[in-house]
């Protein structure tokens, strides 16, 4: 039990020193009309964007690459097959063009046919307002940051080759290209104030985590617990909403659910920004994932607490 509890105290981030953070002022805001109309473009459609629609996630990587181009003169798809079919992921890029990178991505993609409001067009309305949120930032950062809109991250795909985040992290591993950070937007839309609203995968978290669905998690592996407590940290001081961190085995459920994992796998440092997905969100694979189940207000200050994490990291 003491080795648990020595454990559970890591992974919400009470150990190690505190580093500086810096604090945005009050007119760095997130814009919540635009984080509803991306919202509605990707999960308002009766058609839904998942691997056996391609015309569906081709009309969705030509939204989401036609909002970055508005902002970056550096965009670009990664184009790849699986069998017969062409996939992309799209790419916009900020700062330098040579050097370290951080990398911010979220998949577009959905499982089945549903609407995948929280999971994950919250996530991609998160990357595409942050896209806005950099543009005035751009001539200033030290570091290249690249914003990847992934497909093909859901079942079948999940934990195959064929999602588009291994394609991504593959290509930066081949090339030799040097990561300073990965952050991973996966569902950042569903919160509640209600008593005993979130779940955990084991029941002792509950003496150690809040009861209530109402904050957003910064989730990574143990061994890189420094990255999650600044992001954590970085929230805090940045957004109106509360901010957990958890460093945490693999072996815990949900640890590794989406595009991080695919740079862990190459020694990157990887976070996921999440809502905590299916252990509070019911509507998880659902049909009732739906843009009425989110709470836009608190979107908007995760999407203003990891803007602040990134310029920290670049600066």
């Not at 990587?61 to 790849?80: C, G, P, R, T």
């Not at 609407?115 to 950062?141: C, F, H, Q, Y």
Request: proline share 3%; aromatic share 8%.
């Amino acid at each position: 039990m003491k080795k648990l509890i020595s454990i559970l105290l890591i992974m919400n981030g009470i150990c190690g020193m505190a580093d500086p953070i810096p604090v945005l002022g009050d007119s760095v805001k997130a814009d919540k009309a635009r984080i509803m109309a991306h919202l509605q473009f990707l999960a308002g459609s009766a058609q839904a964007r998942y691997d056996g629609n391609v015309k569906r996630l081709d009309e969705c990587a030509a939204y989401i690459l036609n909002e970055f181009k508005k902002l970056s003169d550096h965009v670009e798809e990664q184009k790849y097959m699986v069998g017969a079919k062409e996939y992309k992921n799209v790419i916009c890029s900020f700062g330098p063009r040579d050097g370290a990178r951080i990398i911010v991505g979220a998949h577009y993609d959905v499982c089945d046919v549903q609407p995948g409001a929280d999971d994950n067009a919250s996530g991609v309305a998160g990357l595409l307002e942050i896209a806005r949120m950099l543009k005035n930032e751009s001539g200033t950062l030290k570091y290249r940051i690249d914003l990847v809109a992934y497909t093909l991250e859901e079942p079948p795909n999940f934990r195959t080759e064929n999602m588009g985040s291994a394609v991504h992290a593959k290509m930066l591993h081949d090339q030799h290209i040097q990561v300073k950070a990965m952050i991973c937007l996966e569902m950042i839309g569903y919160f509640s104030d209600q008593p005993h609203s979130q779940e955990y995968p084991a029941g002792i978290m509950k003496l150690f985590y809040p009861t209530k669905a109402n904050y957003i998690a910064v989730i990574g592996k143990v061994g890189q617990g420094k990255t999650t407590r600044k992001i954590k940290r970085n929230i805090k001081r940045n957004a109106d909403i509360r901010s957990i961190s958890l460093n945490a085995p693999a072996f815990i459920p949900g640890i590794d659910f989406s595009d991080h994992l695919n740079y862990w796998k190459y020694g990157y440092v990887a976070v996921m920004i999440t809502d905590t997905s299916f252990y509070r969100n019911a509507n998880y694979h659902e049909k009732t994932d739906t843009i009425s189940t989110l709470d836009i207000d608190k979107m908007a200050e995760v999407i203003k607490g990891v803007f602040a994490s990134i310029i920290q990291i670049v600066n």
